[in-house]
């Protein structure tokens, strides 16, 4: 298994600073933290990598349908936490 600590301490800080903002959040593979959060909290997330991350390397915005009247914004980063 690979070691997940760098993802580990992206969602560790998501969790610190969105608490409940956050509807879920994993670190899945290495270089992939999935994070779901609703409207309009999810500005304040982006907010937070960029401010923290120098997250401002947007590689895609795609979107999800949920097939329950929902579509869903999917936001892709390029983000380098520190080790």
Avoid: C
């Avoid at 070691?3 to 899945?28: H, M, P, T, W, Y």
């Avoid at 895609?60 to 999917?74: E, G, N, Q, R």
């Amino acid at each position: 298994m690979s070691d997940l600590k760098r993802e580990q301490n992206v969602v560790d800080a998501l969790k610190k600073q969105f608490g409940d903002k956050l509807l879920e959040v994993e670190a899945q593979l290495p270089r992939r933290v999935y994070a779901k959060v609703a409207n309009p909290d999810h500005l304040d997330v982006l907010k937070f990598a960029k401010e923290k991350w120098n997250a401002w390397h947007m590689i895609a915005v795609s979107s999800v349908d949920t097939f329950d009247s929902v579509i869903a914004a999917v936001y892709h980063f390029d983000i380098v936490p520190p080790h």
